[in-house]
């Protein structure tokens, strides 16, 4: 069963902290959860955030988070899947959100990052800066559960709706220019043996 | 038994090799493999809006288990350096393309014929490997060999229908 979740939409939406609400999502992971952090900042904090073995980070590949999140959901459709990604990288890749409701994959999530700029380029603002709303685009790709966090405790709700009930789901946050905290440690080949193994496909 | 078309084949190589998920941005000429996968129940299959993003999702589906190929024009190719450059060559993650060679052999289209030259040496760019497969005796064996050698050796590779197994597609008068 999908239904539309409530918010109060961008224009009243708290602005938050990347690393600050990462790591609450980080906090509510008890069972192998995987995540897939996004080009730059968004992989930057969930590796901040703590390491686990069940998140990848993608190191290069601008708008790739989703897609790569969602073969994950596919392979594996017990596990919990969380895409975590900057306004910029999902609107290089809109269409990736119709594809997912079209499948729609009961075991994933997509956090949007929003702070209305490519931050790691030097924040240029981009079209979100404009008024374009990442969760009114996804309504209209055919993910209904996609909402605004409207401030922290919002934000922690519908991680827990996510984590609890049947996806596919979306939820955006406004975020503040707070640069990351930490780089990742950028070996492709570590990250992505580590990762299998922490998805159980090695041993 | 009746002779098997390429596509028929090729379904039943991605069988004996486990492949379970086909994405694709979809080809005139890949038509019938198309069908064929999505007729299977063995598969899952379905169309993405960009090929980045096919490749995107059979590198996430192999790190978590299941073996996917995708299937493009040399267009679709075209667009894709970066996540080749970028996501499977540098984390050694097996993503299988089968490519339908438009832009030669009596190309139409001029575009379509500039793209194709691209494909090469952007595959050889990247130390891909990558086969032609030009007749229907070539085909299982450069396929299943193909597959099997990226799994093995953890590298993506590049498998071009040639016009010359498929016919192509031509200007119809
Ligand atoms: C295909 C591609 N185009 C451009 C870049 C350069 N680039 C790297 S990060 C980035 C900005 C990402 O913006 P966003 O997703 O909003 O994240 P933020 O930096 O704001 O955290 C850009 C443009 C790239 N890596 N790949």
Redesign the interface.
């Known amino acids: 069963m999908s239904q539309e979740l409530e918010s109060r939409g961008r224009g009243n939406a708290k602005v938050l902290n990347r690393f600050d609400i990462t790591k609450r999502l980080v906090a509510k992971l008890k069972h192998e959860e995987?995540v897939?952090g996004g080009i730059g900042n968004t992989n930057f904090d969930l590796w901040a955030a703590g390491r686990r073995p069940q998140n990848?980070y993608?190191?290069?590949?601008?708008?790739?988070a989703?897609?790569?999140?969602?073969?994950?959901?596919?392979?594996?459709p017990k596990?919990r899947v969380f895409a975590l990604e900057g306004d910029g990288s999902i609107l290089m890749?809109?269409?990736?959100l119709?594809?997912i409701a079209?499948?729609r994959p009961r075991n994933l999530a997509i956090v949007v990052m929003d702070n209305g700029s490519y931050q790691i380029t030097g924040s240029q603002p981009t079209s979100t800066a404009a008024g374009a709303d990442i969760v009114a685009m996804a309504r209209g790709a055919g993910i209904d559960q996609s909402a605004w966090a409207d401030d922290e405790a919002a934000f922690e709700k519908l991680m827990d709706r996510a984590l609890a009930g049947e996806g596919p789901w979306l939820v955006a946050a406004r975020i503040d220019g707070e640069p990351a905290v930490e780089q990742t440690e950028r070996d492709?080949?570590q990250?992505?043996d580590r990762?299998?193994r922490g998805?159980?496909?090695k041993k | 038994m009746a002779e098997r078309a390429w596509h028929e084949i090729v379904r039943d190589v991605f069988k004996a090799n486990q492949v379970k998920?086909v994405t694709y941005v979809p080809d005139n000429v890949l038509r019938p493999l198309i069908d064929a996968v999505r007729a299977d129940k063995d598969f899952?299959s379905?169309?993405?809006?960009?090929e980045?993003?096919?490749?995107?999702?059979?590198?996430?589906?192999?790190?978590?288990?299941?073996r996917?190929v995708v299937l493009m024009q040399t267009s679709g190719f075209a667009t894709l350096a970066?996540?080749l450059?970028?996501?499977a060559v540098?984390?050694?993650?097996p993503v299988v393309m089968m490519i339908s060679e438009r832009g030669t052999l009596g190309e139409f289209n001029l575009g379509q014929a500039m793209t194709c030259r691209t494909m090469r040496p952007v595959l050889d760019a990247l130390a891909m490997e990558h086969h032609t497969i030009e007749r229907l005796d070539q085909v299982e064996f450069i396929a299943d060999r193909t597959i099997k050698q990226a799994v093995q050796t953890q590298a993506p590779a590049a498998l071009i229908l040639s016009p010359l197994l498929t016919g192509g597609k031509v200007l119809k008068k």
Not at chain 1, 93 to 96: K, N
Not at chain 2, 46 to 50: L, P, T
């Open positions: 995987a897939v990848f993608m190191l290069g590949s601008m708008g790739l989703v897609p790569i999140a969602l073969g994950v959901a596919l392979a594996q596990r890749q809109l269409g990736a119709t594809t079209m499948l492709p080949a990250i992505r990762f299998m998805l159980g496909v | 998920l899952t379905f169309a993405c809006a960009r980045e993003e096919a490749v995107g999702v059979v590198s996430g589906a192999w790190m978590a288990g299941m996917g970066n996540a450059a970028s996501l540098p984390f050694q993650i």
